[in-house]
């Protein structure tokens, strides 16, 4: 970095001169010294070279020479001899140094004097972010911009901060003089007379806002990122790459489901490996082929609910111009997938187009998902069917109150409180589809959910949605057996909310919010497991101890 944090001597007076990283970094001259327990900081006209040795006394103009008033005389009672050939030797090079040359600067520091080796290594470590950070929004153009795009009809400037997550863009707060959407898009255009496309210009509620605006709703900033750092990069060979390898595992997860499917036909020892969790080993693999082929139908059902929920978004976005990434599928072995993590490659117009795109994925996975289980409960009662149905136990329909008491009254009460129930695989598509598009739409972080919930309601809000998700998923309220991989799997892929959209104040309306609220209710019902004692009493599994 340049600059030396610690350093001691004993006899030898020495000066250091730092290397500059960047233009911008200053020449700074460190003085070292053991009996002086704090560094002088040193101006370059009080300067002291190098060359005597001994006990000596420092020298500075702005160091702490009031503090060390007293040690300094004793050093010099200690070595008068000493002392005087080093104040004379001082005196000559102050002298000289009038016109310092061109290594060091005769600029006065503006690092505090208490501990320079830890304040130069936290400035130096700062430019060094600032050169390898994102590129920040010309000051030129700010002024600019203030002074043309700004004004008293539209939006009084009062004050500027950085905007970004690293401090790379400017936010503009004050006085908004007219109905905030039709100032927006007067703004968004005038700026892009004024600058191009070089800039992107956002409205967000004003950060620590003392109260509501006088016209109705929050008070509004204005922030500006340049357009390269705002909106996402294009997606890299590697990533199509990744993609495709987290799709093939995921149809491996699938078909590996409809194995698992047909314990009932199943070898021995293939049951074992399925059913004994201290099972280790895992059976022979030739034994699997003959039921690959019997599985293929409830793999394709697995399958096709991941791929309506990433149409829907699709559909979705494309009205809206919002591009979208290529979808990472997250294999399962117990749901034969936990859905996909798909991206925005291009900044959201508005919260309304966050909750549409949001909720389109999980009700289109979601309506397929009903349809499946829906028809396969009715072939579950149909005689004509009993060829195609396998035999499950009934203590997975406790997995879920909702899809629980919809089988129950589909299938009756004997059907159900026994040790195991006769079910066509579509049963098991639907269950499956329905609960991952359950888990997908939890209100927290960069879930469907958390998006749909952060568009609708506001960051804050989802920050206590979040908590709350996170705290039944860890007491295994919601999920059951699979709340903690999936609590896991959002804590380091889904974590961060989304990012902000350019129109981030204006409210989605009644009826979305009406959606939401509605759907995570669903939700709730769908991932809330049935209790021993409720089972039994209303015939969901067949419960012999509590």
């Known amino acids: ?102 290594s060091v600067s005769s600029r006065p520091p503006t690092i505090s004097p208490i501990g320079p080796g830890y304040n130069n290594f ?47 863009g400017i936010l503009f707060l004050g006085n908004l003089r007219g109905k905030r959407e039709e100032i927006f898009a007067n703004l968004q255009s005038q700026l892009t007379e004024i600058m191009g496309d070089k800039y992107n210009l956002f409205m967000i509620e ?102 309506f929920h990433e149409v829907g978004h699709f559909l979705a976005a494309f009205p809206k111009k919002v591009k979208l990434g290529i979808p990472y599928f997250i294999p399962n072995i117990t749901l034969g997938s936990f859905g996909a993590i798909t991206q925005f490659k291009s900044i959201l117009p508005d919260r309304k187009t966050k909750v549409d795109i949001s909720l389109a994925g999980p009700m289109a996975g979601a309506a397929l998902s009903c349809a499946m289980f829906s028809v396969g409960l009715l072939l579950s009662s149909n005689p004509d069917a009993a060829g195609d149905l396998v035999q499950v136990p009934s203590m997975l329909f406790q997995g879920s109150l909702l899809l629980g008491l919809i089988s129950r009254a589909t299938l009756g009460y004997a059907a159900m409180h026994a040790a195991t129930v006769p079910i066509h695989p579509l049963v098991i598509a639907g269950w499956c589809g329905l609960t991952t598009s359950a888990f997908n739409m939890l209100p927290v972080g960069c879930l469907d959910g958390g998006r749909a919930v952060q568009g609708a309601f506001g960051k804050g809000a989802l920050s206590g949605f979040g908590l709350t998700t996170y705290t039944l998923l860890g007491l295994g309220v919601l999920g059951g057996p699979l709340s903690l991989p999936w609590g896991l799997y959002v804590l380091i892929c889904q974590r961060s909310p989304e990012k902000p959209c350019l129109n981030d104040v204006t409210e989605v309306g009644t009826w979305r919010k009406t959606v939401l609220t509605v759907a995570i209710f669903l939700v709730v019902l769908t991932l809330l497991p049935v209790w021993d004692e409720l089972a039994e009493e209303i015939g969901i599994g067949l419960v012999t101890t509590f």
Request: charged residues 25%; hydrophobic residues 35%.
């Open 1 to 102: 970095m340049g600059t030396l944090t610690s350093c001691s001597f004993s006899t030898a007076t020495i000066r250091f001169r730092s290397r500059p990283v960047g233009n911008d970094f200053g020449r700074r001259v460190h003085l070292y010294n053991v009996s002086c327990k704090n560094l002088c900081f040193l101006c370059s006209k009080n300067q002291v070279s190098s060359g005597s040795f001994g006990r000596f006394r420092c020298f500075s103009s702005i160091g702490n020479g009031d503090n060390n008033e007293e040690e300094d005389s004793s050093l010099v009672k200690d070595s008068n001899s000493k002392t005087a050939t080093m104040a004379e030797e001082t005196k000559e090079e102050l002298d000289s140094d009038k016109n310092p040359p061109a």
């Open 122 to 168: 936290q400035v130096d470590s700062f430019k060094l972010m600032e050169l390898l950070g994102p590129e920040k929004v010309d000051p030129t153009d700010v002024k600019i911009i203030k002074d043309k795009l700004f004004g008293y009809s539209t939006f009084w400037v009062t004050k500027e901060e950085p905007f970004g997550d690293l401090g790379e």
């Open 206 to 307: 004003e950060p620590n806002s003392d109260g509501p605006d006088p016209r109705g709703g929050p008070r509004v900033s204005f922030g500006m990122l340049r357009k390269e750092v705002s909106e996402p990069g294009p997606t890299t060979l590697w990533q199509y790459v990744i993609a495709l390898l987290l799709f093939l595992l995921t149809v491996g997860s699938s078909v590996e489901l409809g194995i698992a499917s047909q314990l009932n036909r199943l070898p021995p020892e293939v049951v074992k490996y399925f059913t004994d969790p201290d099972a280790i080993d895992p059976p022979d693999m030739e034994l699997l082929f003959p039921f690959v082929e019997s599985a293929l139908p409830l793999a394709y059902g697995v399958l096709g609910v991941q791929l």
